[in-house]
DNA sequence: AATGAATGAGAATTCATTCAT
DNA sequence: TATGAATGAATTCTCATTCAT
């Protein structure tokens, strides 16, 4: 069942598909409301109608779209922090990123905006938790091991958001950056076995 | 101290550092030119007689700070496109990142603002031609393989900017990046030995 | 009285109304739209509510004061080109100059500045109409006598315009100019019958 | 003999020869001393050096080439007040015209510019003058008669800068316009002559 | 559920002008 | 006879926001 929240009429939802879209394209501060009202034919006041400020808007988005991602940690949390659980979390998370990449794309490309805004402590303590849970136990492991479990977090953003110029399906590109992001989970957790085999 | 007389002729050279320092923290958008003149303690009119624009000083940051980037591209270029080559390149790179890191960081965290710019055509040339650099030999590589190198590249960012928050030494956290990314192209070149574990 | 109530509605017509004035009165560079604001007691902001830019001000005041003219022109160029047709069209031009005179002061006082503006070209080519539409026949006519045909049309200005030092009641003077138009008029199309008394 | 003034190294002459160029292109108040400079290749400041303020340039071009009307002005006022005197001051005023065209052109396009500056009303008073001299004697001659008097004036004007986009050389139109200007004056001179003979 | 009309704050930019050198 | 560096005051314009209807 929807939320109530999403039910009240559409004019809420497209405000923010449209802003979504708007705010990935020319960036936060570069989106006007005035811009948004015009693509949606209705007046800049209508927007007050449905939120109360331009950074309500965002927070709506940042809400509804990275509801998942929370729901992800609240799982990993939960669990024990072996291998395989870091593996698992990073493929759920590859495919949140692929279902919510937009607003992602927007978060990497507009971080010192955001920075600024209320927005932005929530998304660092995501990343904050997440980074943590896939930190290796402290002392069992150099910091190049560590290094490689981040790294592969951001595998798998660049897979996603900065190989557009490349050729090949963004699912496949998704694939093998998600095949990638894996290896180097398990690299870390090994110690480095692969290091002076070449 | 510092008095009226000392400053005469490095006018330009600060405008440029409290700049770069003001893009960084608060994004390009949201620093105004009142803002920097005030750093300065000179009037907004006297931005204008350095710099035509306020696009202009970020241009000329581009210019001033990329150099270095711009040098190791030509090298690059130069040279076959070997393993070690590669190798090389990217501990080049690594070098050049720490030593325009704030520039480097502006860059990222203000992709949507700076894409709009002109200066952000260039920087994605660079990023173009620095990938390509990286890139496998059509057909003797799968695409996992070409993600492996592109990841190099990232890693090396992760490194530098995507760490704060953790503990540890920043030259410290460079050299574990670096280890990675070296680790990372010498598995893309490899074929990837390390799959056929999992 | 002048109460807030009663002024809704009528903004735009009373901005297009104090713009008149004062680039008539100061020139359309030298009137800020902080003047405008200040006389109509609103806000600059308000200005742009109601138009696009400023120079959008002077395009509406264009587009609904010359009408007359336009439809002066069209109506001309339907009739054949006779020499009374050309006295009936000097007839009406001197009435439509007189219904807009504050707007063709504000254009003959201000042509440097018209003619880099958008507005400019639109009036550039009015005029070319309707000199060409008091043209003799080529072939037929020296070319004082087509000087002499152009100068009735700036005899109009000169009544309306240029006489404002000079004693006498502006209709008196307008029709004395129109006297003179007409005289040039039919000595143009005479063959010029005077010439030989010099 | 040259004037001191014009004496003095070249730049001066060269600053007013840019100056009313420019000042007759894009008008009074659109060009700026940067734009005088730069076609000069020197800085604002040099402008400085050779006058005190912008309109200090307008004022000195003013003097310089209106200089032969004000001497004009002079003579006629010495002469008996006839049509030939009247004659031979618009045969004058033609030559003087056409040799200083560029500022009588800007004088005309500018007017409302020109009206706030002090130069304005020097302009307005050699006007004012020119006109007493064509004027016919009071209670001799209707409305009509003294404003083809006037209107000899602006066919002069109307000659040398409104007929631009009209085939033709500039000369042979001066001639034309002031064929019609004497004719103006001599119908003025003998009541209406040509009126009611068609 | 939305609009029309407006505002206050602030942005980037331009300009004529100054002055020590 | 100029220049380099700066200023103060203004300008056009944009934006998020408000509120009565």
């Known amino acids: 069942m929807v939320s109530t929240q999403s039910r009240r009429g559409d004019t809420r939802q497209r405000i923010q598909d449209v802003a979504l879209e708007l705010f990935g394209e ?15 034919q209705v007046t800049k006041a209508a927007l007050y109608y449905h939120f109360k400020t331009k950074e309500d808007i965002l927070i709506s988005l940042f809400q509804d779209l990275g509801r998942p991602l929370d729901e992800l940690i609240a799982w990993a949390e939960e669990q024990p922090r072996t291998l395989e659980m870091k593996k698992e979390l990073v493929r759920r998370y590859s495919k949140a990123l692929s279902g919510a990449a937009p607003l992602f794309r927007f978060m990497q490309e507009n971080q010192a905006t955001v920075r600024e805004l209320t927005v932005g402590e929530s998304f660092k303590e995501r990343m904050l938790k997440l980074t ?8 069992e492991a150099g910091l190049t091991d560590q290094m490689r479990a981040f790294t592969a977090l951001f595998a798998l953003h660049a897979g996603m958001f900065a190989l557009n110029h490349v050729e090949g399906d963004l ?28």
Do not use: C, F, M, W
């Open 26 to 40: 020319r960036g936060y501060e570069k989106t006007s409301l005035r811009e948004i009202a015009e693509h949606l």
């Open 132 to 139: 943590d849970l896939l930190r290796l136990p402290e002392g």
């Open 171 to 198: 699912e496949d590109k998704r694939q093998a950056a998600l095949e990638v992001a894996l290896d180097l989970l398990t690299q870390a957790h090994a110690g480095h076995p692969v290091n002076g085999t070449h």
